[in-house]
């Protein structure tokens, strides 16, 4: 059973910066993506950066754009999302995610982690 662990989430002003981790028990050649998705309250689940085998394909969603990178180690066990220029708006519950296609569609998600919560306020 694969297991997704993310860590990293907490309170943090506008304007400021968190870093979240991924760990990932395993990767196997089944799977061919890891991601990050949130929800908010109230709201869908959507997706937020997806690293891909293909290519090393990174994709961001167009609301975090230029102020989240997404990064990984060689062996695919550490996944990271490092969030800057925060806003209210960023609020959320942030999921790690293995995807058995590239790209993180969410209809191809395997396997969830629980979550880590996000909490942008002032």
């Known amino acids: 059973q694969v297991q997704l662990v993310e860590s990293g989430g907490g309170l943090v002003q506008p304007g400021g910066s968190l870093r979240l981790s991924c760990a990932v028990s395993?990767?196997?050649?089944?799977?061919?993506?890891i991601g990050w998705f949130r929800q908010a309250p109230g709201k869908e689940r959507r997706g937020v950066a997806c690293?891909?085998?293909?290519?090393?394909?990174?994709e961001y969603g167009d609301s975090v754009k230029g102020r989240f990178t997404i990064s990984r180690d060689n062996a695919w066990k550490t996944v990271n999302l490092q969030m800057s220029s925060l806003e209210p708006e960023d609020t959320a519950v942030y999921y790690c995610a293995i995807a058995r296609v590239h790209g993180c569609p969410h209809w191809s998600i395997a396997y969830w982690g629980q979550g880590t919560q996000v909490t942008v306020s002032s």
């Open positions: 690293f891909s085998r293909l290519h090393d394909t990174i």
């Open positions: 395993e990767f196997t050649s089944d799977y061919y993506a």
